[in-house]
């Protein structure tokens, strides 16, 4: 479910932030066989990537978007709460 919030800091009828956050919500993967969709598992290997993400690439990800959400810099949190892999 993708899901775009707006929000708004005002003062004395003067705009002073303004954001606009895209959220991605995914379903439950900690079940399933794959935390893959249907769709990258039937890419072929000439359409498939590897990113060898650290902590340090997690924390830099997580700098640039302006998203301090744990998985995005916890790579052991990110592994078993969202069920990414480690390639």
């Known amino acids: 479910m993708l899901c775009q919030c707006r929000t708004s800091v005002s003062s004395r009828a003067k705009n002073i ?3 606009i956050q895209n959220i991605v919500y995914r379903e439950d993967t900690t079940n399933r066989a794959s935390s893959e969709p249907d769709e990258i598992l039937n890419l072929s290997d000439s359409q498939k990537w590897t990113v060898h993400a650290d902590s340090t690439m997690l924390f830099r990800y997580s700098a640039i978007t302006f998203n301090g959400h744990k998985i995005h810099y916890d790579l ?3 592994q078993k709460s969202e069920g990414t892999k480690v390639c």
């Open 17 to 19: 932030i303004e954001e």
């Open 76 to 78: 052991p949190f990110s």
